[in-house]
T-cell receptor, first 112, second 114 residues
Framework: DAKTTQPPSMDCAEGRAANLPCNHS???????VYWYRQIHSQGPQYIIH???NNETNEMASLIITEDRKSSTLILPHATLRDTAVYYC?????????????FGQGTILTVHP | GAGVSQSPSNKVTEKGKDVELRCDPI?????LYWYRQSLGQGLEFLIY????????KSGLPSDRFSAERTGGSVSTLTIQRTQQEDSAVYLC????????????FGQGTRLTVV
């Protein structure tokens, strides 16, 4: 699976959009971009994933650049409960049964 | 239950004792993972089970650690001769197939070795 690069930490004001970047310049055509987050003292939680089109669900939006070398996770109206570590992971799709591993992620702090 | 269940939620053991941690995955999920998270640290991959395939044990830190998954369902992680550095939260996750399907995590077992 392709390597990802994320900033170690970010801040966001409550009510504002949080935009978390991820670089995955070596991504291949069959690899998906997945986002998970881990709120303190809890197990990680799936947020969203995409291949090349932008995706939106009730939690977030995922914007993938046209060349697929980077993406941005958007939390449109961040709340204090969105303070967490956010992980961007590139995973081979199709019939692969590859394991799920986590990097260091981005610590997002939402402040009042 | 609907989610991944782990037991016990907390375990305190004496150095040198063996411990067993249990994980009940979501029914029908073929993939099961174990991770370790020490205080303030990231998620350390330990072992991955996928269906009837041989498990990927590449993350086990030493031969004191072992895991099995019986009948493709419940999994047990065993730590023999526990050491203080084994103190951590042990997390289990399951997914329908492999990494390319959403993984669901349990709440973890907090292991403290005294």
């Amino acid at each position: 699976d392709a390597k990802t690069t994320q900033p170690p930490s970010m801040d966001c004001a409550e009510g504002r959009a949080a935009n978390l970047p991820c670089n995955h310049s070596t991504i291949s055509g069959n690899e998906y971009v997945y986002w998970y987050r881990q709120i303190h003292s809890q197990g990680p939680q799936y947020i969203i994933h995409g291949l090349k089109n932008n995706e939106t669900n009730e939690m977030a939006s995922l914007i993938i650049t046209e060349d697929r070398k980077s993406s941005t996770l958007i939390l449109p109206h961040a709340t204090l409960r969105d303070t967490a570590v956010y992980y961007c992971i590139v995973i081979f799709g199709g019939t692969s049964y590859g394991k799920l591993t986590f990097g260091q992620g981005t610590i997002l702090t939402v402040h009042p | 239950g609907a989610g991944v269940s782990q037991s016990p939620s907390n375990k305190v053991t004496e150095k040198g004792k063996d411990v067993e941690l249990r994980c009940d995955p979501i029914s029908g999920h073929t993939a099961l993972y174990w991770y370790r998270q020490s205080l303030g640290q990231g998620l350390e991959f330990l072992i991955y089970f996928q269906g009837n395939s041989a498990p990927d044990k590449s993350g086990l830190p030493s031969d004191r650690f072992s895991a099995e998954r019986t009948g493709g369902s419940v999994s047990t992680l065993t730590i023999q001769r526990t050491q203080q550095e084994d103190s951590a939260v042990y997390l289990c996750a399951s997914s329908l197939y492999g990494a390319n399907t959403e993984a669901f995590f349990g709440q973890g077992t907090r292991l403290t070795v005294v």
